[in-house]
């Protein structure tokens, strides 16, 4: 978002004046950076723009709470990212897996994010792998990968304990690097 600090701020008075110009100029300026946010934490297109939908309505309903002085792209991501949890939340639907006696080391997927010929494979199907993985997974690999969680952070936003944060990170990269090498091996 490439914008002067008073425009910015013109469009943050207005969406706190509750203008509906203001609140869609904001919604076309971030949609193409928030969507994919979401798309990492949904199963879905249709999911993730509904995310994404509750995600605009808690930013202007919050809007009052923005502080000029930081920067309101991390601010709404912020705000993304937590109605994304929220979501795994509500239909959370599987039991996270407790065994920290499975938690393997990172190697194996350091190997897929250093080889060279994995820069083959474009975001979409990296994307696709992660949508793919099990909603406990996603939200844990999410957390730690994408958005820089600790594993204390995540435990504390899931609701689970560190040990389960670790095992799920773990597993889910196995399973990451398992749906891209196959998926590589089919070009």
């Given at each position: 978002?490439?914008?002067?600090?008073?425009?910015?701020?013109?469009?943050?008075?207005?969406?706190?004046?509750?203008?509906?110009?203001?609140?869609?100029?904001?919604?076309?300026?971030?949609?193409?950076?928030?969507?994919?946010?979401?798309?990492?934490?949904?199963?879905?297109?249709?999911?993730?723009?509904?995310?994404?939908?509750?995600?605009?309505?808690?930013?202007?309903?919050k809007i009052e709470q923005y502080n000029t002085g930081g920067s309101f792209e991390g601010w709404v991501r912020r705000i993304i990212v937590?109605?994304?949890?929220?979501?795994?939340?509500?239909?959370?639907?599987?039991?996270?897996?407790?065994?920290?006696?499975?938690?393997?080391?990172?190697?194996?997927?350091?190997?897929?994010?250093?080889?060279?010929?994995?820069?083959?494979?474009?975001?979409?199907?990296?994307?696709?792998?992660?949508?793919?993985?099990?909603?406990?997974?996603?939200?844990?690999?999410?957390?730690?990968?994408?958005?820089?969680?600790?594993?204390?952070?995540?435990?504390?936003?899931?609701?689970?304990?560190?040990?389960?944060?670790?095992?799920?990170?773990?597993?889910?990269?196995?399973?990451?690097?398992?749906?891209?090498?196959?998926?590589?091996?089919?070009?």
């Amino acid at each position: 978002m490439k914008l002067e600090q008073s425009e910015l701020e013109r469009i943050v008075d207005g969406c706190k004046a509750k203008n509906r110009f203001y609140q869609q100029k904001i919604y076309e300026l971030l949609y193409d950076k928030m969507l994919p946010v979401c798309y990492r934490y949904s199963r879905s297109t249709d999911e993730a723009k509904d995310m994404l939908q509750d995600g605009f309505i808690k930013v202007f309903e919050k809007i009052e709470q923005y502080n000029t002085g930081g920067s309101f792209e991390g601010w709404v991501r912020r705000i993304i990212v937590n109605t994304a949890i929220d979501a795994y939340r509500k239909n959370k639907k599987e039991v996270f897996i407790d065994d920290e006696s499975r938690i393997k080391d990172d190697s194996d997927w350091q190997d897929i994010e250093n080889e060279a010929e994995y820069a083959e494979l474009s975001i979409n199907d990296i994307v696709e792998a992660m949508q793919s993985l099990s909603p406990a997974y996603q939200a844990v690999f999410n957390l730690y990968v994408m958005e820089g969680y600790t594993h204390q952070e995540i435990a504390d936003e899931l609701e689970i304990n560190i040990g389960t944060s670790k095992s799920n990170l773990a597993k889910a990269k196995a399973n990451m690097k398992t749906m891209l090498t196959d998926k590589l091996n089919r070009l």
